[in-house]
């Protein structure tokens, strides 16, 4: 056992999921099984809280109160969207020194994991002994070297069972119902959308990826088959979907762009791409009836729809995190690997710089030739992901009365 003595720091970073309390939880109740620990804080809103000492002392929290957090989706220690630099991270290391930090923890994706990988860098050439450890977290299923990552089960389950009710909607008031899914450059979540199947004509009927270039042509042909087939259509959009130049179609339909913080094009949220999307179906195809939906931030925090496996997991990749980094006496990022398809899993952890600032997308294999669908080799992967006992949709079986 590492004979290292100090204080423990968890935070999280960057967009909240159903399970990311998962993993703190298990830092904090891991943690403070450890001798060598003398106390776990937790970090309010992140990098930011660090640099402010923003800490409350979860030593002084119940086990009881922390199992009814770990339940609870979004981030119970709040987040935030600053991208460290060299100097930020200067500054945090600074004062994890002065409150005597010995281990850090930081649940997040690609960028929170190039944070810990700067302040690890920065704490070795200060001499400083120090453990840092990064916890996968990312509905949008995208880090490196991870078969999947926690947050994503929870959130393509709602993507499953929101579809599911977008197709019974739309097959009792036909027409084309465009929804946009979160997904910036993994289409992994957007094409979770295909297991919401079960009769040979349910939605979606089309899946559009950021991975397979965008054509309005060939998209307004598909629409046009599909509706003339069943009478109605049901898409799934990645809001990051671009054309062949990888310009964001969001961009290239639109007036204006808007970036956020870390200056990406802003695609979240404003609900533009559904409606230009409609907008084109509607002047192109002449159907009357087309809708477009957003569902924005509803798939990150959703209450009551959770893949038990999605939660267990991110409970565990919080405690493996601890006993890599108090047994082990290592740094990294701890990943998710699937030797067994269907279903078997193990935690490694592969050195920081293998994760950090590096996306996932789907892979070839996973998405259909014509690139308007996903297939089988994906709904393989995903369904022991979102978790069993998904609702299931009945239809009616009664015989058509013979007309007098």
């Given amino acids: 056992m590492s004979k290292l003595e100090?204080?423990?720091?968890?935070?999280?970073?960057?967009?909240?999921?159903?399970?990311?309390?998962?993993?703190?939880?298990?830092?904090?109740?891991?943690?403070?099984?450890?001798?060598?620990?003398?106390?776990?804080?937790?970090?309010?809103?992140?990098v930011r809280g660090i640099i402010e000492e923003n800490f409350i002392d979860l030593?002084?929290?119940?086990?009881?109160?922390?199992?009814?957090?770990a339940g609870t989706p979004s981030s119970a220690l709040l987040s935030t969207r600053d991208k460290p630099d060299h100097e930020y991270c200067e500054r945090m290391f600074a004062v994890m020194r002065k409150h005597d930090i010995r281990y850090f923890f930081y649940v997040g994706g690609n960028d929170s994991s190039d944070t810990v990988r700067i302040v690890n860098e920065q704490a070795e050439a200060a001499d400083y002994e120090f453990r840092a450890v990064h916890i996968p977290k990312t509905i949008d299923n995208d880090l490196a070297v991870n078969d999947h990552c926690p947050g994503y089960g929870s959130a393509a389950r709602f993507i499953t069972q929101a579809f599911m009710g977008l197709n019974l909607d739309c097959r009792a008031l036909p027409g084309v119902l465009i929804a946009v899914v979160m997904g910036r450059h993994a289409g992994f979540l957007t094409a979770a959308a295909s297991l919401a199947r079960k009769y040979p004509d349910d939605g979606p009927?089309?899946?559009?990826?950021?991975?397979?270039?965008?054509?309005?042509?060939?998209?307004?042909?598909?629409?046009?088959?599909?509706?003339?087939?069943?009478?109605?259509?049901?898409?799934?959009?990645?809001?990051?979907?671009?054309?062949?130049?990888?310009k964001p179609i969001a961009v290239k339909l639109a007036d204006e762009e808007e970036r956020d913080a870390h200056g990406n094009v802003q695609l979240s949220g404003t609900g533009a791409l559904g409606d230009l999307l409609a907008g084109l179906v509607r002047s192109q195809l002449k159907i009357r009836r087309v809708r477009a939906d957003t569902f924005g931030y509803l798939q990150?925090?959703?209450?009551g729809v959770v893949s038990p496996r999605d939660a267990h997991e991110a409970r565990e990749v919080g405690e493996i995190a601890v006993q890599f980094a108090m047994w082990d006496n290592v740094d990294g990022s701890v990943v998710i690997q699937r030797p067994v398809l269907n279903y078997g899993i193990r935690y490694d952890l592969v050195p920081l710089n293998q994760v950090a600032g590096k996306t996932r997308v789907m892979p070839p294999?996973?998405?259909?030739?014509?690139?308007?669908?996903?297939?089988?080799?994906?709904?393989?992967?995903?369904?022991?992901?979102?978790g069993s006992s998904l609702p299931e949709p009945h239809?009616?079986?009664?015989p058509l009365v013979t007309k007098d």
């Avoid at 939880?25 to 001798?35: D, I, P, Q």
């Avoid at 239809?395 to 009664?398: D, K, P, Q, S, W």
């Fill in 300 to 303: 990150r925090s959703f209450l």
């Fill in 205 to 246: 009927h089309l899946i559009y990826l950021p991975e397979v270039s965008f054509s309005e042509e060939q998209f307004l042909a598909d629409v046009e088959r599909v509706y003339r087939e069943y009478g109605r259509c049901v898409v799934a959009v990645s809001e990051g979907i671009v054309d062949e130049g990888q």
């Fill in 365 to 386: 294999e996973f998405i259909s030739a014509q690139g308007n669908y996903v297939t089988p080799a994906f709904m393989e992967y995903c369904r022991p992901l979102v």
């Fill in 395 to 398: 239809r009616l079986r009664a």
């Fill in 6 to 46: 100090g204080k423990v720091l968890v935070a999280q970073g960057g967009g909240p999921t159903a399970v990311i309390n998962q993993s703190i939880v298990g830092v904090t109740l891991e943690a403070r099984k450890f001798r060598q620990v003398h106390a776990v804080y937790g970090a309010i809103h992140g």
């Fill in 59 to 69: 030593t002084r929290e119940t086990s009881h109160n922390l199992e009814l957090v």
